[in-house]
């Protein structure tokens, strides 16, 4: 398994011989609005052009349709004949904009042997999260790889440690910038002790902690991770590849 990140919560995927790209974030620099006031998003460019991050791509995974994670840019240019899998209720949205094939998961999917399985997500708390929508996470399978959990736009709470629980993973990415919403001081995604709790939670999985210095509303950034890290935790950056 390789695992790039592109920027934000933006990856490409090389898993069981095929390759996947997940939540395409694909703006330019400062091309679109603030949420804080602080700074147009996103704060940084790609890494490298947006065809080299969408080169050999055969699937792609959305999580939800905030435009952070899938963006009027990935709308025209990710390929519409590739499989898109995505959280139920969004699979309208994404047909509208050109997508061929659509599948909203529910439970599992197969998918040229990769079993795709949603878990569920709380993007904040209270009437933040209620704001902020359903969101998902979702788990890959597949013969001779690592089980990887990629959690999402998820805070930590009970339903994570349960999907660590049930299927084990050897490899979790979590979006650790601890970016809060309005006034709620609450964050929307997991901070710094949060990431760090999974890490204790799952002392046998490597934890790649993503979703950091792209967006204006983030409270955490690689340097305040670094400062508080466990052998365990990667912290990529932009364009950097892991292997497991």
Known sequence: ????????????????????IIDPYLAPKHSLRSYTGKSPNPLVDLPFPIEQVLAGIEMAVI?????????????????????????????????GKGFQQVTPVTGSVLWNGISITRTPGSHGTGHTAEIMGQVSGFVF?????????????????????????EHQPEVIVTHSSGAVWGDDPK????????????CQFAPQAAVVAVHLDSLDHGQ??????????VPQLRIPLDGETLEF
Do not use: N
């Not at 398994?1 to 095929?18: D, F, P």
């Not at 995604?189 to 760090?196: I, Y």
């Open 187 to 198: 964050p929307i995604v997991m901070d710094a002790a949060q990431t760090l709790a999974v």
């Open 220 to 229: 955490v950034s690689r340097a305040d991770l670094q400062a508080v890290s």
């Open 1 to 20: 398994m390789k695992l790039q990140l592109v920027r934000s919560a933006t990856l490409r995927l090389t898993y069981a011989g095929h390759l996947l």
């Open 141 to 165: 399978k597949a013969a001779g790889e690592p089980t990887l959990y990629w959690t999402g736009d998820t805070i930590w709470y009970e339903p994570v440690q349960q999907v660590i629980r």
């Open 63 to 95: 999580s939800h349709l905030h435009s952070d994670h899938f963006d009027s840019v990935a709308y025209e240019r990710v390929p519409k004949d590739i499989p898109v899998f995505c959280q139920p209720g969004d699979e309208g949205f994404i047909r």
